[in-house]
């Protein structure tokens, strides 16, 4: 077990979530002492600092901009100087060395190996898990969902080869026929063999809202127990405030919270009216991160282009088509500017736009709902 008092860290990387996120900790557990920190790749807008130093004043402390030793003889911004180090190869989704060297990389450095307690900003109505660490000493907590715990402790929990001494957990919070319940859904059959790994994840997520049904306090102190067999940075603490939280929070608090404490929502996020062939759409800005990130959609890059045309061109200077090293796929940022293309893009954005039903929000939080996240802090944060 684990005797070393952990730390409480929490990663903003200036989109919505994490921001809402270091609000809702900061005025509800006021005795936790949480550390914010932000990985800077030099190529953030600037709501992103404008946004970090909101919060900075908000919460009375600072957000700690996390560095890379390797840098510290350069004069280059974080990016370019990676940029640099690969030879002109732009990061992708098959090649993502920018989350690799930029976040995860400070981010290690910051932990530094101590036990560490991870909060992560996927809402109560997002089906993701995000980034789990494979350390042993960082452990990453959902405070914004039902179910605040990762994985990889729901799979070792569940697991048949440690029932007997999680039904002893149980039976400190259950009773009579709660506890028959518990029991029954204990029973149920769940395979760990990795050809079915499907199927497991299946398994353990109806065991998982079973027990929750059951009661979410009674379920979190029966995992908290658990824990404490375990090498987890939990493990040392006596107590856990956000053991009886039930608190469920949707993308709508998110906006409530950033606007009730005065933060604001960055203005990225903000819908913007566009015409063409006399039709109307709207576009925005559906991440923070890097202004090229090559995640957003092509309409984003329309964004862009048209609100941010000089870093639009900044981004251009990267590309090198002969190479094939483009932001998009088969396609330049030169010819996707064109105007036959632009058009294109927009009544194709409009087309989609006009099948989704809710049309109420502000915020462009529709088309490009799949893709929606806090840019690429949340491939481990």
Request: glycine share 4%; charged share 30%; aromatic share 14%.
């Amino acid at each position: 077990m684990n005797t070393i008092k952990p730390k409480h860290i929490l990663g903003i990387s200036g989109g919505k979530d994490s921001a809402a996120l270091s609000i809702y900790l900061n005025d509800k557990y006021p005795h936790i002492d949480f550390q914010y920190y932000f990985c800077d790749t030099g190529k953030e807008l600037d709501e992103t600092y404008e946004l970090i130093a909101k919060l900075e004043s908000y919460l009375g402390k600072e957000v700690l901009k996390l560095d890379n030793p390797e840098m510290k003889s350069t004069s280059d911004d974080p990016f370019d100087f990676y940029y640099k180090s690969f030879r002109g190869y732009l990061p992708s989704a098959q090649a993502r060395w920018c989350t690799a060297l930029l976040k995860l990389k400070p981010f290690e450095k910051f932990v530094n190996g101590k036990p560490t307690i991870s909060y992560v900003g996927i809402r109560g109505d997002e089906e993701r898990e995000g980034y789990i660490s494979k350390a042993s000493n960082i452990q990453s907590i959902f405070p914004f969902r039902r179910n605040i715990w990762s994985s990889d402790v729901l799979t070792k929990f569940f697991n048949p080869k440690n029932q007997e001494e999680v039904l002893s957990f149980f039976n400190s919070y259950h009773k009579g026929n709660k506890f028959d319940k518990v029991l029954d859904i204990l029973n149920e059959p769940i395979s760990f063999n990795r050809n079915l790994k499907t199927e497991t994840e299946k398994a353990i997520k109806l065991k998982l809202n079973s027990s929750l049904d059951l009661g979410v306090p009674e379920f979190n102190r029966a995992i908290f127990d658990f824990l404490k067999t375990t090498d987890y940075p939990l493990a040392s603490q006596l107590d856990y405030e956000l053991l009886d939280n039930e608190d469920i929070l949707v993308r709508e608090d998110i906006f409530k919270i950033l606007r009730e404490t005065g933060i604001g929502v960055p203005k990225y996020y903000e819908k913007i009216e566009f015409e063409v062939d006399g039709q109307k759409g709207e576009y925005a800005r559906s991440r923070s991160g890097c202004y090229f990130c090559f995640f957003q959609q092509k309409i984003e890059w329309i964004w862009l282009y048209e609100q941010h045309p000089e870093l639009y061109k900044e981004a251009m200077k990267y590309e090198n088509a002969d190479e094939l090293f483009t932001w998009v796929p088969h396609e330049s940022l030169e010819e996707l500017i064109q105007p036959h293309r632009i058009k294109q893009i927009k009544l194709g954005h409009i087309q989609r736009s006009n099948k989704q039903k809710s049309k109420s929000s502000p915020y462009l939080l529709d088309i490009l709902e799949d893709t929606e996240r806090d840019g690429c802090n949340t491939c481990f944060l």
